[in-house]
Structure formats: structure tokens, C-alpha cells
């Protein structure tokens, strides 16, 4: 069984920079795939970008392209998610997931790929 928890979240000003962390347990071939979604009250919850920690390939949503950026450690089993220039309508709770399979083209942007998911951290972002 895989366990995700998310650390990080917080409040910021606009044009600040916040990083989130995602610990995993578990073998780390149960949790190659891992993606970072974001969700707020009264919508549905989206998929921002997506990072397969073996081969550090990429997917990102437009909304956060050139803004964040994922990364991970894997000798310490944890996903990053650096945020900079941070907007208002950034403010969330920002979930990581996780899957062993690779999610086929846009669908790592569904809940419905991911396996395993964390307990949520919350970004809030104020002028």
C-alpha cells in the first residue's frame, strides 16, 4: 500500500513562491507516475502537471507552464512542486497522486488515473 503526504502549502503574497513536497511510501516502482491537482470549492478538481520520476519526463497544464515546476527525489522517495509568481487564482488545495501505469496522453490530467492520492495541502495566495 502506497501513502502520499503533502507538505507546504500556506499563505503568500501575489508574485511569491511557495514549494510543495509529497512523500511516498511504499516501492517506488508503485509510484512512478506522480501529479500534482489542484481544487476549489464549487469546481471540479484538475490536473496541473505530471512527472514520471524514472525518466523526469513532464506534462504540464498551461495554466502553471513556465510558473511551476515538479521535481523529485527519488533516493528520498518525494515529489516537489515549485511554484513561483504566484496568482490569486492559484489559491487551492493542492493534492499529489500517484500510479504505477502510465496514464495515456491527456488522461494524466483525470483523477480516475491515479492510484493513490494524498490528504491535501492548502495554497492561498493574497495581494
Known amino acids: 500500500q502506497v501513502q502520499l503526504v503533502e507538505s507546504g502549502g500556506g499563505s503568500v503574497k501575489t508574485g511569491g513562491s511557495l514549494r510543495l513536497s509529497c512523500v511516498a511510501s511504499?516501492?517506488?516502482?508503485?509510484?512512478?507516475?506522480v501529479a500534482w491537482f489542484r481544487e476549489v470549492p464549487g469546481k471540479e478538481r484538475e490536473g496541473i502537471t505530471m512527472?514520471?520520476?524514472?525518466?523526469?519526463?513532464?506534462y504540464y497544464d498551461d495554466s502553471i507552464k513556465g510558473r511551476f515546476t515538479p521535481s523529485a527525489d527519488n533516493a528520498k522517495n518525494t515529489v516537489f512542486l515549485q511554484m513561483n509568481s504566484l496568482k490569486s487564482e492559484d489559491t487551492a488545495m493542492y493534492y499529489c497522486?500517484?500510479?504505477?501505469?502510465?496514464?495515456?496522453?491527456?488522461?494524466?490530467?483525470?483523477?480516475?488515473?491515479?492510484?493513490?492520492w494524498g490528504q491535501g495541502t492548502q495554497v492561498t495566495v493574497s495581494s
Open positions: 511504499g516501492s517506488p516502482d508503485s509510484h512512478q507516475y
Open positions: 512527472i514520471d520520476t524514472k525518466s523526469g519526463m513532464i
Open positions: 497522486a500517484a500510479t504505477w501505469k502510465l496514464p495515456w496522453g491527456a488522461q494524466w490530467r483525470l483523477r480516475g488515473s491515479y492510484d493513490y
